[in-house]
């Protein structure tokens, strides 16, 4: 049983321009959602996160958006760059430390210059 | 300071032998977490320790699987009779007590011939 469901499953954009990644959940009783950022040959790394009590929350050029009555979550990478080629997933968790992380199954970004 | 540690970073084997894979998590770091990555898809949890104890090990896929942590610090995950379905990216994680971020080693790709 999938919880988290993430789409496009790959995406290519051109330098300079906005990528945009999806996310649906299906546990309610998530309550913290982070992005993770993976190149190849290396762990997944946390990029930015959100709980459910503010729609959107923006770091940089990343912004997520929110919507709890949707169970949806989605991924913004503002003036996107070829460094930021990568995989990305989407993940969500109960909250509150010690708990495991339900990811995404991915998202293979190319920025193209 | 250093990351999370994973060795060795790769590990060929041959169908029904037993492996060991050890993970190093960040000094203070008490909750470790270990993950399966197959190709193409996002890690899956596996187990999880607070301290020396397996707090959640409902992610190990059979009784094959099995890992430890005696002094609540480095952990190892051990496969026992290994199938060529084992085959993965294992990962480990760490974080502080209570906190919610994962902080992720680069993991150890298995090969099971």
């Known amino acids: 049983q999938q919880q988290v469901k993430q789409s496009p499953q790959s995406l290519i954009v051109q330098k300079g321009g906005i990528s945009i990644i999806n996310c649906a959940y299906e546990?309610?009783?998530?309550?913290?959602f982070p992005w993770y950022q993976q190149f190849p040959g290396k762990g997944p790394a946390l990029l930015i996160a959100?709980?459910?009590?503010?729609s959107e929350k923006k770091e940089g050029r990343f912004t997520i958006s929110f919507n709890k009555s949707a169970k949806q979550f989605s991924l913004h990478i503002m003036d996107s760059q070829p460094g930021d080629s990568a995989t990305y997933f989407c993940?969500?968790?109960?909250?509150?430390?010690?708990?495991?992380?339900?990811f995404g199954t991915g998202t293979k970004l190319q920025v193209i210059p | 300071g250093a990351g999370v540690s994973q060795t060795p970073s790769n590990k060929v084997t041959e169908k029904g032998k037993y492996v060991e894979l050890r993970c190093d998590p960040i000094?203070?770091?008490?909750?470790l977490y270990w993950y399966r990555q197959s190709l193409g898809q996002g890690p899956e949890f596996l187990i999880y320790?607070?301290?020396?104890?397996?707090?959640?090990d409902s992610g190990l896929p059979n009784d094959r699987f099995f890992a430890v942590r005696p002094e609540g610090s480095v952990s190892t995950l051990k496969i026992q009779r290994t199938e060529r379905g084992d085959s993965a990216v294992y990962l480990c994680?760490?974080?502080?007590?209570?906190?919610?971020?994962?902080?992720f080693g680069p993991g150890t790709r298995l090969t099971v011939l």
């Open positions: 994680a760490s974080s502080l007590p209570g906190r919610d971020e994962q902080f």
């Open positions: 546990n309610t009783a998530f309550d913290y």
């Open positions: 959100i709980r459910p009590d503010v």
């Open positions: 993940a969500a968790s109960e909250g509150g430390g010690y708990q495991k992380v339900t």
């Open positions: 000094s203070g770091h008490t909750a």
């Open positions: 320790f607070q301290g020396t104890g397996a707090a959640d």
